[in-house]
């Protein structure tokens, strides 16, 4: 027994149970690495971008003398250097390495500058100076729109007849809102250090959650087979969507840099040059009419999406696709017309983030029903109950149907793209949820409040989320995982995700360990490297422990079914009668220390490792008219927000959050609730506090945490409680549970939907109409509360 | 070290002396630093020199606080003081004679007592799973540390002392509940002590030679000068009047991370002890509040608010707490930003700004009342050869101004700059008829500025709506605010005369009605008891 290996007595299961990160310790003692904390290879030089000033135009030329002046300057790298493809790898080939011709944003990279030290690169990139002709910019989807500039064709997905039955419907609605984008802040910035090696081989350590398509991008840029570029990434300081794609860019570069120079490179973004650079969370502008009968119940949507999706397209295909997917949430929408449209603007092309479209599809219907309630003077909480998916049949066709539409479902729980719920707990979870927050005492407290209050006023709302798990992109749903187990017993595992501070390594280590039956501390998961495990989709989606957690799963079997048989063939039984736990192989014969029948295994020439591979069952969808079964299942949450807002100043405070979120059987929930609240707060930040501001020339002017605020220590409600909801994933899923990454940040739509109830308190008391939609944009920044307090 | 060794010529055209030895308290032993330039960042210093990888620059302007570390030092009463300071806007010379530690240092220093394989800090915080990205925990760490030294061993931390303390520090992962809780567990495992008399003797033994040598060198400018008493530095802003002129260096830190400049030389007079001072003086027209220019704005909010409490809210959102620990009032008056906090309330309070320059029978002091120091966009009446050297403050013959009210509007409750600052100076006479009022603006005009019409209005009237609606209407009259991405000028308009209004209604209110603010602590306590109540 090897004295650094932990004892194995009275351990038992790993999964479920509240572990620490597996870095929490070196986190705290500040030892854990982060790309930029690595020591340097001798030789390394420092890059800085060169950026457009311009949002729109033609490039004419750069004059570089001033840089390459300065002391310590090396090189300037422009689009003439890049010895493979000047377009990036990206699915959508539309988008320039480093610009030519033309630039399409305020601080679209035209190239870098490359100097001994970073403080000297950054000097000199901004003493380049680039003859720009501007050209007009579109600066806002809308616009876009009318223009017809999209980055991918328009998507319509049709139930019914959505504009007959608003017609016909007793009651109607109609109007435009829109929500801000979100930049993701992580705090580590976008970083990666490019180490040329023998013979064009390549080591790119990169702060990513994707390994595999930074490989992919840096080999086609330097023209070269994709196994001549390895990327290793240990840890990110954050990522949330920001480094999916975006990260990419970034290898790119710095590989661009070091083949140029013939040294390694490291580029870090400064803050500023960061958010300047990178896309964030799409905009979105919406048009609606709703129809609804006089409980509230919704008969016919028609709702238009025109996504602000950035100068190229990046992901907003399956960001605007999500959203489309989402604009249901968690209700029955019988006759339904909805159209996405990929706008093309002149501005940092946007991304991946947290939700990925979920949110912005979601908070539309919520804001809908909201005002529905108002509008009819209900309780929101009754016709969110209303409109939820259920078994009932659905309502009988009243209108003529137009020739080639879908007809309507014969039960309500079947959604706009056709995909049946059939996992739905959020009737018992909703009302779970209300009775524990005591949300009906509430209500007729905050009205009777607000009523003596001479100035503020209290808001209250109690929103569901139920959130599609599984890459839209079906074939991004597979994984790899290779676990290794050493003859000392001791167990390495690698898989394909990454880890950003979601806990993934740890999940993974208490899944492996449970199916080899040793302490967690024995498994070890070492760093993303496409070297080991191939073609890796990003960490993204939710998806991570789902993935790749099965596909360590299945490796971990794969090796335990070689020891088992050994053990087998030495006490003469069948494979179903060895058991693995706490750290013993137990036969019907025998009771051996798991090391111990590793060593024998190993002298018996017994394979120790395995790989393992899983891909999502059940799932399909036709991409075009994006109906089918996107989701393998559906993640559930509720959440209940108190706020309290000043009308005179527009100030926001939340004053109590209560939760209850459905992880299925969760492996560590630690780790589960980590990420409800901190998703939570996060997309709290979204809808209140954080707001992205464009000049009228295109330059982001909110490009710091001096001037984009997200949430601080002091804006977490004082009121916070967060539970589990008890019941296993009833799709066959690892250990029972479920993704939990994305589905909790639009929890925060309570909050939203909180502020526009205190808001509707404040107007009716200024004796403005509150029973029609209210005029509030998202985020609710003070002088948007304000605003929404008083305009007529 | 650094590669800009070879600093460009002043503009004497004589290079810069070499920069004066640098030491640290570091690890329990004194560590000497040579030829550090003038303008690198303790941050650049800490990971690069000496391979303290755990500070993390995150934004590089101070608003973020991935780079907090814990400096201590004999502050200005002589006493050790512990502040945790944000190193990526720090100068690494501003640190020259204090004690430094990282989150790697407090498991490692021999200083610090050992009570397990982690600072009770740092098990506190694994222990509430207050890491997942891990990024911005080290800086949690110091700030958590700054606080755990900060007060007697075990006594426990309130809610409010963490939020209070963590407010320089963002976390993009967590949500913060888990650190907060860890905040308030920390002082209930085995306490781990610092040897605060090595400490001492350690922070004496590193204490900076006096500067400059005396006389002042003939024709090499300082690289980076510091004089600790007043003539010297008066005589070295004289003889260098181009030298940037650097105190708690939360501003000039941008000058080097954001603007990327270049600062071969710089003066800096936070070691000044006579600037260092804040003390209460009496005159001709009464008692006087001294608050020196280089007084941090920690100790200078707390003098003020020792005067009047309820400003305890308005200075609790004036930055995160390591910008109070390291910014300078002096310096926030100097620097003349329109958004600047300080200003409208000492407009209000009726302060003098005292500037200082060098003069042959000692410092000669030029008096102005601060609203007539702005005279335009970041310009200011300073001279060239002028420091500001203290803020006056009267006092009368107890403390003027019986009511002041402070109120700031942002985006975000803490640590944000204002869109809107109103402070308002009342003192009304038994019949409630104003005596004397005086308001400061911020946010609304191109400087810091004092609202004449609104006072005029309500000076002589007594304190009533229709007195405040016509004050607001002239507070809104006169002052034309501009749009930026904080706000509209329109909304800035509003909610300035809002702000009075609000001052009105808190003021009249009936003692049991529902509070009027959601930006001061007490009536938020309140909505919360009301929740409390309803949920119970």
Same mark, same amino acid.
């Given at each position: ?40 290879? &001798? ?16 490039? &004419? ?209 400064? &803050? ?521 | ?536």
């Amino acid at each position: 027994m090897n004295a650094a290996l932990p004892l194995d007595t009275g351990t038992g299961p790993a999964c479920g149970s509240p572990i620490a990160h597996e870095s929490a310790h070196a986190q705290v003692a500040g030892r854990a690495p982060y790309v930029d904390d690595l020591p340097e290879p &001798r030789g390394t030089l420092h890059a800085a971008p060169i950026l457009s000033p311009v949002a729109h135009g033609r490039l &004419r030329g750069l004059d570089v003398s001033a840089a390459l002046a300065l002391p310590g300057v090396r090189a300037v790298v422009t689009a003439q250097d890049i010895p493979g493809d000047p377009v990036l790898a990206a699915f959508a080939h539309d988008e320039p390495v480093l610009a030519r011709d033309t630039v399409q944003h305020v601080g679209q990279v035209i190239g870098l500058v490359v100097a001994d030290d970073v403080r000297t690169a950054r000097a000199a990139a901004r003493a380049v100076r680039a003859d720009i002709e501007p050209l007009p910019a579109v600066l806002d989807p809308r616009t876009a729109h009318a223009q017809g500039a999209y980055v991918l064709p328009p998507v319509h997905v049709r139930r019914g007849d959505a504009a007959a039955a608003i017609a016909q419907a007793p009651h109607r609605l109609q109007g435009a809102f829109a929500v801000g984008g979100q930049e993701h802040y992580y705090l580590e910035g976008q970083i990666a250090l490019a180490i040329p090696q023998e013979q064009d081989q390549w080591t790119v350590l990169s702060s990513t959650q994707h390994p595999g398509e930074v490989q992919h991008w840096v080999a086609h840029a330097l023209g070269l087979a994709t196994h001549r570029v390895r990327v290793e990434c240990r840890r990110m300081g954050g990522g949330f969507g920001g480094k999916e794609t975006q990260a990419g860019h970034v290898a790119v570069w710095a590989a661009l840099a070091a083949h140029k120079v013939g040294a390694p490179v490291k580029l870090r973004l400064d &803050r500023d040059d960061d958010m300047l650079i990178t896309g964030k969370r799409h905009p979105f502008a919406y048009d609606y009419a709703v129809g609804f009968d006089d409980g509230g119940r919704i008969l016919g949507l028609e709702l238009s999406m025109y996504v602000d999706c950035g100068f190229s397209a990046d992901l907003s295909g399956p960001v605007a696709d999500r959203a489309v997917f989402h604009s249901d949430n968690a209700y029955f929408v019988p006759h339904v017309a909805l159209h996405s449209y990929r706008c093309r603007t002149h501005k940092q092309s946007a991304t991946a983030f947290r939700g990925f479209g979920g949110p912005q599809g979601m908070i539309a219907i919520e804001t809908l029903i909201g005002d529905i309630a108002r509008h009819l003077g209900l309780d929101p909480l009754e016709v969110r109950h209303r409109n939820l998916y259920d078994d009932a049949p659905a309502p009988t066709w009243t209108v003529p149907l137009p020739a080639g539409s879908t007809p309507l479902p014969p039960r309500r729980d079947t959604t706009p793209y056709q995909m049946r719920v059939e996992d739905n707990i959020l009737r018992p979870l909703i009302d779970t949820l209300a009775e524990r927050c005591r949300y009906a005492q509430r209500r007729a407290a905050i009205a009777e409040w607000n009523a003596r209050s001479p100035v503020l006023q209290r808001g209250l709302a109690l929103t569901p989320v139920k959130f599609g798990i599984s890459f839209t992109a079906t074939l991004f749903n597979q994984a790899g995982a290779l676990v290794h187990v050493y003859t000392d017993g001791s167990v390495l595992v690698n898989h394909g995700g990454t880890e950003m501070g979601q806990g993934l390594h740890t999940k993974v280590a208490q899944i492996v360990a449970d199916e080899l039956g040793v302490p967690v501390a024995r498994v070890q998961v070492s760093a993303s490297d496409t070297a080991r495990v191939p073609n890796a989709s990003a960490t993204a989606a939710s998806s991570g422990t789902d993935l790749n957690g099965r596909a360590a799963q299945y490796a971990a079997a794969s090796v335990r079914q070689n020891l088992a048989a050994f053990v087998c063939g030495l006490d003469g039984c069948g494979a179903g009668e060895i058991r693995f736990e706490g750290g013993w192989v137990l036969s019907p014969k025998a009771r051996r220390r798991f090391d111990d029948v590793v060593r024998e295994a190993y002298a018996n020439r017994i394979q120790l490792w395995s790989d393992g591979f899983y891909r999502t069952p059940k799932i399909h969808y036709d991409k075009t008219t994006l109906t089918g079964r996107p989701f393998y299942y559906f993640a559930y949450g509720a959440a209940c927000t108190e706020v309290a807002i000043d009308p005179l100043t527009g100030e926001l405070r939340v004053l109590a959050v209560d939760v209850l979120h459905d992880v299925g059987r969760s492996i560590n929930p630690a780790i589960d609730v980590g990420q409800i609240e901190g998703g939570f707060v996060q997309g709290m930040g979204w809808l209140t506090t954080e707001e992205l501001v464009w000049r009228d020339d295109g330059r982001l002017w909110t490009t710091g945490a001096s001037t984009y605020k997200i949430p601080a220590a002091g804006d977490l409600p004082p009121h916070w409680r967060i539970d589990l909801w008890p019941e296993p994933n009833r799709e066959d899923n690892v250990f029972g549970s479920k993704a939990v990454g994305e589905p909790p940040f639009m929890l925060a739509i309570s909050v939203w939907e909180a502020v526009r109830d205190a808001v509707a308190s404040a107007r009716r008391r200024a004796g403005l109409p509150a029973d029609g939609p209210l005029p509030l944009d998202a985020p609710a920044t003070p002088e948007r509360i304000w605003r929404a307090c008083q305009a007529g | 070290m650094s590669t800009d060794t070879a600093a460009p010529a002043n503009a004497h055209g004589a290079p810069p002396s070499p920069p004066p030895p640098l030491r640290l308290v570091h690890r329990g032993r004194v560590r000497q630093l040579d030829a550090v330039p003038a303008d690198r960042t303790l941050l650049a210093l800490l990971r690069e020199d000496l391979g303290l990888t755990s500070v993390k620059e995150g934004c590089a302007s101070g608003d973020c606080g991935a780079c907090t570390v814990a400096v201590a030092d004999h502050g200005p009463d002589g006493a050790l003081r512990w502040r945790a300071l944000n190193s990526c806007i720090r100068l690494a010379h501003a640190a020259n004679g204090c004690a430094v530690w990282t989150a790697e240092d407090l498991t490692q220093d021999p200083l610090i007592a050992r009570t397990g394989p982690l600072h009770p800090v740092q098990q506190a915080l694994a222990d509430a799973h207050g890491s997942q990205c891990g990024f911005c925990t080290p800086g949690f760490v110091m700030s958590l540390f700054v606080l755990y030294q900060g007060r007697p061993a075990g006594t426990p931390v309130t809610r409010d002392e963490a939020v209070e303390a963590l407010s320089g520090n963002l976390c993009r992962c967590t949500g913060y509940r888990p650190i907060l809780d860890a905040a308030q567990a920390m002082t209930a495992l085995p306490p781990a002590t610092v040897d605060t008399a090595a400490l001492h003797t350690l922070l004496a033994a590193a204490q900076p030679a006096a500067q400059p040598p005396a006389p002042l060198p003939d024709t090499a400018a300082p690289a980076y000068l510091a004089p600790r008493d007043l003539d010297s530095l008066l005589a070295a802003r004289a003889r260098w009047p181009h030298v940037p002129v650097v105190a708690g260096g939360t501003d000039a830190g941008l000058w080097i991370t954001k603007q990327h400049r270049r600062l071969t030389q710089v003066l800096d007079v936070s070691r000044c002890a006579a600037l260092q001072r804040i003390d209460t003086q009496d005159g001709p027209h009464g008692r006087t509040l001294r608050i020196g220019a280089a007084a941090t704005l920690h100790d200078a909010f707390a003098a003020l608010q020792a005067h009047w409490p309820s400003l305890r809210d308005f200075f609790g959102r004036f930055a995160g707490q390591p910008i109070r620990h390291g910014g300078t009032l002096g310096g926030n008056v100097a620097n003349g930003s329109p958004i600047g906090d300080s200003m409208p309330l000492l407009i209000a309070l009726g302060a003098s700004v005292v500037l200082l320059r060098h003069g042959a029978r000692g410092p000669e002091e030029r008096r102005l009342p601060l609203e007539d120091f702005y005279r335009g966009y970041r310009q200011t009446a300073l001279a060239a050869d002028e420091l500001v050297g203290y803020l006056d403050i009267p006092l009368g013959n107890g403390t003027a101004w019986p009511e002041v009210h402070a109120h700031k509007v942002s985006k975000r409750f803490e640590d944000d700059i204002s869109a809107v600052c109103l402070a308002l100076a009342l003192w009304r006479d038994t019949e409630g008829r104003v005596v004397q009022a005086r308001i400061g603006a911020g946010g609304v005009a191109p400087v810091p500025t004092r609202a004449r019409a609104a006072e005029a209005a309500l000076r002589g009237q007594l304190w009533q709506a229709d007195t405040v609606r016509a004050a607001m209407d002239a507070l809104q009259s006169e002052f034309a605010p501009l749009s930026d991405g904080r706000a509209s000028a329109a909304y800035r308009r509003a909610v300035l005369g809002n702000l009075l209004w609000r001052t009105w209604l808190a003021t009249a209110a009936a003692p049991d009605a529902p509070p009027v603010r959601l930006d001061e602590h007490a009536p938020w306590q309140a909505l919360l008891q009301t929740t409390a109540e309803e949920r119970a």
